[in-house]
T-cell receptor, first 112, second 112 residues
């Protein structure tokens, strides 16, 4: 069974602080996705990382895929209340029967 | 631009009742899937379909049936609801050659 462990599970910070959330596995993934889910809504894709070591930036959000394609991180600079939500990582497994494996998520609260 | 539409958004059932959660997409995507989301458990795949007439089981299929008679629709049926099926259900769709999912807004089901 391929598992994605996300940490921390909960994070509450003040507006303007920086934060990093992590997504780790013992398995190798062909690509990894990050989604953000706001209360009462479905997850929305933020980014997909494909290449080991890849770094992608989306405004104040920086995503990194580990060199071995087993882990990823999301760093948010100068967090804002609008960043509040559940952040989910999802890995695409390798092999003939590709599947999408979700982590349990990091619930982020940014207080004004 | 509707994307993925789920109905109903909220439903309360008594144990043993049956119901169907509807999912429709207007993006002409081949792949559709159903997930359930429970606190501390993340998103778990119930059933999925790679095209009209083709369905397969996911991680937690017991107690649920699906069919895919058209590209647009992918209903999820609960034949005899149980309290353990209390959850938030998400339908998702994606093109066949892309792994990123487009989610509906969710259906919150309570089984008493």
């Amino acid at each position: 069974t391929q598992l994605l462990e996300q940490s921390p599970q909960f994070l509450s910070i003040q507006e303007g602080e920086n934060l990093t959330v992590y997504c780790n596995s013992s398995s190798v993934f062909s690509s990894l996705q990050w989604y953000r889910q706001e209360p009462g809504e479905g997850p929305v894709l933020l980014v997909t990382v494909v290449t080991g070591g890849e770094v992608k930036k989306l405004k104040r959000l920086t995503f990194q895929f580990g060199d071995a394609r087993k882990d990823s991180s999301l760093h948010i600079t100068a967090a804002q209340p609008g960043d509040t939500g559940l952040y989910l990582c999802a890995g695409v497994t390798q092999g003939g029967s590709e599947k999408l494996v979700f982590g349990k998520g990091t619930k982020l609260t940014v207080n004004p | 631009n509707a994307g993925v539409t789920q109905t109903p958004k909220f439903q309360v059932l008594k144990t043993g009742q049956s119901m169907t959660l509807q999912c429709a997409q207007d993006m002409n995507h081949e792949y559709m899937s159903w997930y359930r989301q429970d606190p501390g458990m993340g998103l778990r795949l119930i059933h999925y379909s790679v095209g009209a007439g083709i369905t397969d089981q996911g991680e937690v299929p017991n107690g649920y049936n699906v069919s895919r008679s058209t590209t647009e629709d992918f209903p999820l049926r609960l034949l005899s609801a149980a309290p353990s099926q209390t959850s938030v259900y998400f339908c998702a769709a994606r093109p066949g050659d892309v792994r990123e999912l487009f989610f509906g807004e969710g259906s919150r089901l309570t089984v008493l």
